[in-house]
């Protein structure tokens, strides 16, 4: 969440305060990946990097929190398998605080969606599918992940101070809601939308785009 100059990136990574918490070191290469201060041919060796540095440690709530990261950060830039990765380690958890139980339901939603594009429709459910009913079982499956992310958006407001985080729900609900936008599906959408819209204007939210999006879909929706 904190962007960098690439030149800058060198000297952050080395400040005594990042070098000495496993969490911000991860926070810090994970920015530098999104923002281009680490090129695309070495994130696979960030991640494995990572990934030996958080395991190597006691499972604690801010090592399975920082897991939970760099698995949407993985996601984002399109390396699902060391998604998968983080995931599954982070799920050999007991440990629960609200930032766990949000950031995992957001991540099982986020992978909901992912899958609808990769899924065999006619292998899961054991028969071949027109048309029509592929588009049942992606409806569902997105369905599915809005109810996810509903529940993820009112904790987030209610238990944790975190406005970046609640804009990025925001971000996933309309990312998952947008194929819905048609006049037989859109009350599907309603209530996510609504309550992504009533969320931004809580933070006072800058993503003034995506508030008007939302607010025009929900003024359709009522309509």
């Not at 070191?25 to 958080?54: H, S, V, Y």
């Not at 390396?79 to 339901?105: C, M, N, W």
């Not at 899924?119 to 809005?146: F, T, W």
């Not at 931004?200 to 003034?208: A, F, P």
Request: aromatic fraction near 4%; include cysteine; charge should be neutral.
């Amino acid at each position: 969440r904190v962007h960098s100059l690439p030149a800058d990136a060198k000297k952050i990574q080395g400040l005594p305060l990042v070098t000495a918490s496993p969490r911000m070191r991860t926070l810090i290469n994970l920015q530098c990946m999104m923002t281009g201060a680490i090129p695309e041919k070495d994130w696979q060796g960030t991640f494995d990097a990572i990934f030996k540095d958080l395991t190597a440690l006691p499972q604690s709530n801010a090592i399975v929190e920082t897991l939970l990261d760099s698995n949407r950060v993985a996601a984002r830039l399109g390396l699902d398998k060391v998604a998968a990765q983080f995931e599954e380690e982070a799920g050999k958890t007991t440990a629960v605080s609200p930032e766990i139980r949000v950031k995992t339901d957001l991540t099982k939603a986020l992978k909901l969606v992912r899958e609808i594009e990769s899924d065999n429709v006619n292998s899961e459910v054991g028969q071949r599918l027109s048309a029509k009913a592929k588009e049942g079982y992606s409806i569902n499956k997105r369905n599915e992940a809005l109810k996810l992310l509903e529940r993820t958006l009112a904790m987030c407001l209610t238990r944790l101070q975190d406005n970046p985080l609640v804009e990025e729900i925001c971000v996933a609900v309309w990312n998952t809601g947008l194929p819905m936008c048609t006049p037989h599906l859109r009350e599907n959408i309603h209530i996510a939308f609504a309550m992504a819209c009533n969320a931004l204007e809580s933070i006072l939210s800058t993503l003034v785009v995506l508030r008007t999006q939302l607010h025009l879909e929900v003024s359709k929706c009522e309509e």
